[in-house]
């Protein structure tokens, strides 16, 4: 029981950063924007948290600039992609690619380092410790070592799910993702609505880039969202962009994550790390073939 114990511990913690990042892409899967740049927002909130821990000492702000950070990278998406129509896959790739490469020139202006940093003036994201479960043995050590940002991100998608499904602004967004014409012809203002997602989208990111650098770890690796932006897209196409069923979709990501972790004693490292890929492309080739499936039907 306390092996199970801890293998959903490192799930929760695995899934942090996919979910934040898999709800920010299903808000904007709801205002129909494939925001495809989920992976280059997640890098640069990892980033730029560390820079300002680093220059601030002060680990709240750390988070708010992570968040800022990857809102203004979707900021790039949302003028070029959703104002001016350019093509979504050419504007995402071109963002993760460009977030890739300046974090790495960054990295080694600020620092004077190149592959990664770490400093024993970073400070780590506190952890949370309940007052009663964390006195009751087994249960204890499922919510051990877990940040304020692992349960906000739960929170966050229960609440993105009461605006979007039982609020009238939820569902005037949600218009605009199923006919865009016919929500603009009631009024509704789609234009800023697709951009707020897109920066909200971006937000969301940046606070799991935050988690993810200053978290179980803290310091910044050159690429360390390590394929988790895409994974985040996998999650909320499974999930059908509805916050309550990407929480569980996540979690499968998770369980991927920490499965490789743990079986890195027994198999070759290069297997472990490819679990959560190939679980990506799994899941999803056998949610196409039933949506298709179902289509014909």
């Given at each position: 029981?306390?092996?199970?114990?801890?293998?959903?511990?490192?799930?929760?913690?695995?899934?942090?950063?996919?979910?934040?990042?898999?709800?920010g892409?299903?808000?904007?899967s709801?205002?129909?924007?494939?925001?495809?740049?989920?992976?280059?927002q997640?890098?640069?909130?990892?980033?730029?948290?560390?820079?300002?821990?680093?220059?601030?000492?002060?680990?709240?702000?750390?988070?708010?600039?992570?968040?800022?950070?990857?809102?203004?990278?979707?900021?790039?998406?949302?003028?070029?992609?959703?104002k001016?129509?350019?093509?979504?896959?050419?504007?995402?790739?071109?963002?993760?690619?460009?977030?890739?490469?300046?974090?790495?020139?960054?990295?080694?202006?600020?620092?004077?380092?190149?592959?990664?940093?770490?400093?024993?003036?970073?400070?780590?994201?506190?952890?949370?410790?309940?007052?009663?479960?964390?006195?009751?043995?087994?249960?204890?050590?499922?919510?051990?070592?877990?940040?304020?940002?692992?349960?906000?991100?739960?929170?966050?998608?229960?609440?993105?799910?009461?605006?979007?499904?039982?609020t009238?602004?939820?569902?005037?967004?949600?218009?605009?993702?199923?006919?865009?014409?016919?929500a603009?012809?009631?009024?509704?203002?789609?234009?800023?609505?697709?951009?707020?997602?897109?920066?909200?989208?971006?937000?969301?990111?940046?606070l799991?880039?935050?988690?993810?650098?200053?978290?179980?770890?803290?310091?910044?690796?050159?690429?360390?969202?390590?394929?988790?932006?895409?994974?985040?897209?996998?999650?909320?196409?499974?999930?059908?962009?509805?916050?309550?069923?990407?929480?569980?979709?996540?979690?499968?990501?998770?369980?991927?994550q920490?499965?490789?972790?743990?079986?890195?004693?027994?198999?070759?490292?290069?297997?472990?790390?490819?679990?959560?890929?190939?679980?990506?492309?799994?899941?999803?080739?056998?949610?196409?073939?039933?949506?298709?499936?179902?289509?014909?039907?």
């Amino acid at each position: 029981m306390n092996m199970l114990a801890v293998i959903l511990n490192s799930t929760i913690r695995s899934t942090t950063p996919i979910l934040l990042a898999a709800l920010g892409s299903a808000i904007c899967s709801q205002v129909g924007v494939f925001n495809i740049a989920l992976e280059g927002q997640i890098l640069i909130g990892c980033f730029v948290s560390i820079v300002a821990n680093y220059f601030t000492g002060n680990v709240y702000l750390a988070v708010l600039c992570g968040m800022l950070g990857g809102a203004a990278v979707a900021s790039i998406v949302a003028i070029l992609q959703v104002k001016y129509k350019a093509a979504d896959m050419v504007i995402g790739t071109s963002v993760n690619l460009l977030t890739s490469g300046l974090t790495s020139v960054l990295l080694s202006t600020i620092f004077g380092v190149r592959g990664s940093f770490s400093s024993p003036e970073l400070i780590s994201l506190p952890k949370i410790k309940l007052p009663v479960i964390s006195e009751i043995p087994v249960v204890s050590r499922l919510f051990e070592q877990l940040t304020f940002i692992d349960y906000l991100s739960y929170i966050i998608a229960i609440l993105m799910f009461v605006y979007l499904y039982k609020t009238v602004s939820g569902f005037h967004t949600q218009s605009v993702g199923k006919n865009i014409e016919a929500a603009d012809s009631l009024g509704i203002k789609t234009l800023r609505t697709q951009i707020i997602a897109v920066l909200v989208s971006g937000a969301l990111c940046g606070l799991g880039g935050s988690v993810l650098s200053m978290g179980q770890v803290t310091l910044f690796t050159e690429d360390m969202s390590a394929g988790r932006g895409y994974m985040a897209m996998a999650s909320a196409s499974m999930g059908q962009a509805h916050p309550l069923f990407v929480i569980a979709s996540s979690l499968f990501f998770g369980i991927c994550q920490s499965a490789g972790v743990l079986l890195q004693n027994y198999v070759p490292s290069q297997l472990t790390q490819a679990i959560p890929y190939a679980a990506t492309v799994i899941a999803l080739s056998i949610f196409g073939w039933r949506a298709i499936r179902k289509k014909n039907a």
